[in-house]
């Protein structure tokens, strides 16, 4: 039972770090998003490009920050896991 305990251990931190490198990684993306957007809108505002661009970067914007909400739950659920592993 302890190697069990001990192997789950160990697995889930290795998990956690790695959830926490995806949470760097995915906010450095918004960020990127965000100031891709806003170009977009600069080059919109100044008639060299269209709307369609726009929107585009919009919803990469929306899409990246659903994906960094998703790895955020997933590394608390895996903080939950440790702490009720190491009791």
Partial sequence: VRIVVLSETAS???AI???QKQVEVAMQ?????ESLLEMAE???DAGLTNLQ???SAISALNS????LKGVEI???QAIYSLSI???
């Fill in 42 to 44: 600069s080059r919109f």
């Fill in 74 to 76: 997933t590394l608390k």
């Fill in 17 to 19: 770090c790695s959830l």
């Fill in 29 to 33: 993306l918004v960020e990127l998003d």
């Fill in 85 to 87: 592993l190491l009791g």
């Fill in 64 to 67: 990246d920050k659903a994906a």
């Fill in 53 to 55: 661009e726009v929107e």
């Fill in 12 to 14: 889930t931190y290795t």
